[in-house]
């Protein structure tokens, strides 16, 4: 069986030794003391244990239903989804103006974390929500955020994001819904979104669309869309609920994974819509949520891997199975927890040098991201920019294999759906999906933001990394088996980087071609960052005398174990970026 | 929509211009004419895209049912069964004795591929008689063989494997299941087997099941455990149907995948078996047939991802998304057919080259299986011996990995069930499980194979490759971008397997921890060599005026595509290997 207890002891690790949240220069970092945050996450990780999660198994298996148009959540999700409400957990990082908390979005990303790993699927209504939320907040006029964003920061209405059409996802260019102007503020919206996540249920009174749609008459492709509010029922001036809009669900997707999520294929039938943002800049008032919302794809599939992890530890400590290698050198005379044989050992080391560092990773993104935002730092928010795109790729690659780790781990019993750990790997497989395929993050990453203000971004970051090496003084074992690697994967980095930036102007196929693997070369580095970043914390305050204790002394070793065995792989995948383009795409489609 | 074409070009292309089949001096090899094999390959693709094809995607979705202590399998089963039994698929390789065909492994294991690619479940049903055909052939006295041997054949009866119990799988030291002797050659079993694939069905009157047991007062651990015939419904002297066994089905699992072959809790309440050569020896003689059913296992993954790749394929031709970049070095004006875009290309290349070289080595390591048991060649059944988990382990891993990539293509479609691609995954999931997991494959190459007969096996392939690269003369373009790489390779393999073999010995743990690393080395390896001959082979041709054609074209390019993006990975697994078990075993388990 799947097992959660959020790693406390490790989120205060990373706000507080780690990232010294409370002593951070940005607006709202001063209340985050080690008081105020563990008693919040205490809370938070028990709403989400005790409501969220035992529920999870059971929505999986029943799913969503389509009864009279309309679509039927799994028992208990609307009592769950109640609670939280009530809680007051939906608007955590909302701005308070609208009933919202203004908590740091480094603080609300642990709470998503938490809240993944016990029911990914009631998350994700939430989730949408934020980001129907967030984009109000940043496009509306004030009618638009007095009418919508209270009632989307207590998620007594929810949100969702339709983009995707039946011909077209990636290129939004294609889209053929239209938007024809009928007053002022009006516009009929016709046509077929699929794919929309939380498209509807049962879980709230209201639902508001936001909608890609084009005006006829505007430009061709991307600079012809426009973004529109469409509300499942209607608003009356008053805030009361008017008549139901002119839209209807065509179906729920029969998915992989994720099926106490309702993803629908959503028919517009002439409803109306209010335009949000100008006219023709649809995809970039979209694209205002699209870092933090990719930012939150990889956390779920870290707070799943997270689940898998845990897990597969315990079933490891309890499944007694073949003689293991005693201290004294001679095999077992009885058979032994399979946790003592290395091959399951390996397997556990690759889960938890992974999670632990890509979390570090991740925090550390939301605190650049506050701090570009809440500071206005602009290369704090730059660097965030250029990790996104790794974060939402690297990590759900990963993520997603670890869960698969894990489920190997179970042996047979990870095959079979009792168990839990196969809803892991289903649940996980979504997230190197949605939010823009990897593929296109890493396009996103080699294409755009390494090119951003003439590599200001990735420069700042070698400046980070070279500078901490530079003026750390430590022991000789953390120079040999910190440092050293990572300085050695810095060249890996470099040599890549050169490659990409010298063929990428003259031809952008070479670069397109490593663009995967330069996405997962930079986050494997990263997290080797991390992790010296973290030993050397631990490393500090072993010289200083504090007592280190078992937790801490773990992080030693599973940060040797990342060097010595993770990060050596940014130079197979340097060799690989360049080989450049030029075998990959000499076939002609009819030899393939 | 997934999509099949059995690849006969590529079997023909394998068997007459790669391996010369029918020029092989191993018995039966003569009749293997590329007319021959044409010929009943494409019979077999026929019935298997004809009948098992269309009921594979219902199959998944209405699975398997327990009613009344029985259970139905998916519409449409017991009709294909039947068909494949009349058509004489079933004995294709099986002693012409007992109503087989005789014929080599090398061509059974092609059909494997396809019936596997069509409907891995319904093959499974027919996969494991061949296995309980096998252990009887070996190991059954005359009556025995009469008796089971002829229906096996035919699929008249169905076999089974009891090995399982809920507290011990890979341990079967630990098995608790009684057999208690009744008569000189009656045994009574009792107790309780689990994740019996193809426990019980309707698709034959008869199912024998191989169940391993412990008779009381024998030796403790695997050295008391012997194995048994325990047929569903007791054989009466002339052959006809007795009465009902005492043994009836506790439940069928709910799986991953692999829904329409029924995976059963099997309750033995006194059963009467029979015993299967040895008392005491039944490990033994059940591992008999573990060889070819592990060799079965990477054709399965093999199979699925060749379904994954040819229906990523398609999609990618006519999944019109994007402006790519055209041979003018500009980007198109209108949005392009995806396989156009560098990053999907990539993913099809890393398919097609795994594919095929995976292919080459599968066949190859079966006719080394042929000619050990058909011309007692010692050293081909050794290094056959010594691929056998290399194709099961690495095959599975990366076959699966690969379903995965077919996925990703599709984007979101890929994650909807309708689309059949989660399915495949879903299927191939079970790979890297069943017939021990790939963690036992590792241990069983590095812990047993590589050492077996004083490491002969390995000696014998580096002697293989070594010879091969020294012999041949090959244009600088063959020898920089082939042979120089694999090279290469072999000294990555030869410095990992010095390092197991200085530190195997004195601490078996730094050996076992790089296991499952060496598996995947040694795979990548020689997929490398096979790479190599096959484009030596092509090259051959050339240089003797053939016509080389677009299919022989692309051989070229795709060997190039693998050497270049694939084998160098084995620097990387090397130094993995390299790192031993060091800081992996440091830990305590309460660190964790």
Known sequence: MTTYQAPLEEFHFLLHELFHASEQEIEGFSELTPEFTSEILTMGAKVATEIMLPINRS????????ENGSVITPKGFVNAFD??????????????????????????LIFGEIFSSCNISLTIYKALTHGAYATILAHGNSIQKNTYLPKLVTCEWTGTMNLTEPHCGTDLGMIKTKAEPISKVEYKITGQKIFISSGDHDLAENIIHLVLAKVPGGPNGVKGISLFIVPKFLVNDDGSMGKKNDLSIGSIEKKMGIHANATCVLNYDGAIGYLLGEKHKGVQTMFTMMNEARLGVGVQSLALAEVAYQSSLIYSKERVQGKSLERDGKFSTSPKPIICHPDVRKNLMNQKSFIEGARALTLWTALLLDKGTRSSDKKSYGLASLLTPVIKGYISDIGFDMTVVGQQIFGGHGYIEEWGMSQLVRDSRIAMIYEGTNGVQAIDLVGR???????????YLRELVTTYLHQSTVSEEIENEFFVPLKNSLKDLESALKFLLDNGIKNPNAALAGASDFLHLLGIFCIGFMWVKIVSRVSEKKKAGDKINKFLEAKIVTGKYYMANTLPKTMFLATKIEAGDKILMSLEPDQF
């Open 59 to 66: 929505g999986d298996e029943e799913g969503c239903k389509l």
């Open 83 to 108: 609670e939280i409400r009530k809680g007051g957990w939906t608007g955590l990082d909302c701005d308070p103006l609208y009933g919202g908390q203004g908590l740091p979005i480094t603080l609300s």
């Open 449 to 459: 933001k390494l090119n951003s203000d003439g590599g200001a971004n990735i420069m």
